[in-house]
Every structure is written in C-alpha cells, then in structure tokens.
C-alpha cells in the first residue's frame, strides 16, 4: 500500500481581510486559489489556498459570518510551521505587532501566535526524530490503564 503524505490542512476564519494579510503578508505564504459558493452547511462561503512552499497547502474558509468554534485549551487545537531558526520569526512577529509566546520543549524550540479569527498556530524548530513505536503504545497504554 503507498504511504500516507499531509495534503493540506484546513482552518476555519472569521475575517477574510484580515486572514488575508496576515497569512500573505505577515507569514509570507503564497495566495494560489481561492473559490467561493452559496451553500455549505447553510452558509454562503468562501476558500482561500495558499501554498506552504513545500508542495503542500493551507485552506481557510470563511462560513458567511460564522464564529470559529474554540476548543477547551487554546493550544490543543494548533497548526505548527516549521523552520529552520525561530531568530527571523520572533523579529518578524514582532515587527508586525503579532504578540505571541515561546516555549522550549527540550527537543525543539517553539513559538505560538493567534491568527485574527483567534486560531493557535505555532512556529518550531523541531528536529525530525526516528518513530520510536514501540515507545509510544506504552505510553498509550500506560495512560489507558489509568483512565
């Protein structure tokens, strides 16, 4: 069977203009679509592609007006950029008036921002590890065990 790739991820917006700007001019990310339609679950809509610059893309949709359901934790739901240095990132953020929040998880350096219509998003440094399996349903495990 052929191996999985992340396609897109989707994100619903509130303010078209602003998302725009701030996906386009402050995260730099490229405009390559954008369409529109009179129903989707009731509500006229509009999508905007761009592309992340490494072949894949990020759609934001705006239902007509409708609030961006917010999850419990703020940063539970979150879309994470990688780059190579966090150092432009942090001045670039800065610069453009985004506040935004730094966090050292040991094995990555991370910052966390809101987009306008209040969606988490993060900029890491991660470095790409080997999948440890094993590792990890022990850890699912040891946590079912205790729930």
Same mark, same amino acid.
């Given at each position: 069977?052929?191996?999985l790739e992340l396609d897109h991820a989707a994100i619903q917006i509130e303010d078209v203009a602003a998302s725009l700007a701030f996906y386009r001019d402050v995260l730099g990310l490229t405009l390559a679509d954008a369409m529109s339609g009179d129903d989707w679950g009731g509500h006229p809509w509009?999508?905007?592609? %761009?592309?992340?610059?490494? =072949?894949?893309?990020?759609a934001l949709t705006s239902l007509g007006g409708a609030k961006v359901p917010r999850p419990v934790v703020d940063?539970?739901?979150?879309?994470?950029?990688?780059a190579k240095a966090l150092a432009p990132w942090r001045d670039r953020l800065r610069d453009t008036g985004v506040?935004?929040?730094?966090?050292?998880?040991g094995a990555q350096q991370s910052?966390? %921002?809101?987009?306008?219509? =209040?969606?988490m998003l993060e900029i890491t440094t991660r470095p790409r590890l080997e999948p440890q399996?094993?590792?990890?349903?022990?850890?699912?495990?040891?946590?079912l065990?205790?729930?």
């Open positions: 069977m052929q191996a509009l999508m905007m592609i %761009f592309d992340a610059h490494d =072949g894949r893309q990020l940063d539970v739901v979150h879309h994470a950029f990688g506040e935004f929040t730094e966090e050292d998880h910052i966390y %921002f809101k987009d306008p219509s =209040g969606n399996p094993a590792d990890a349903v022990k850890v699912i495990e040891t946590w065990a205790s729930t």
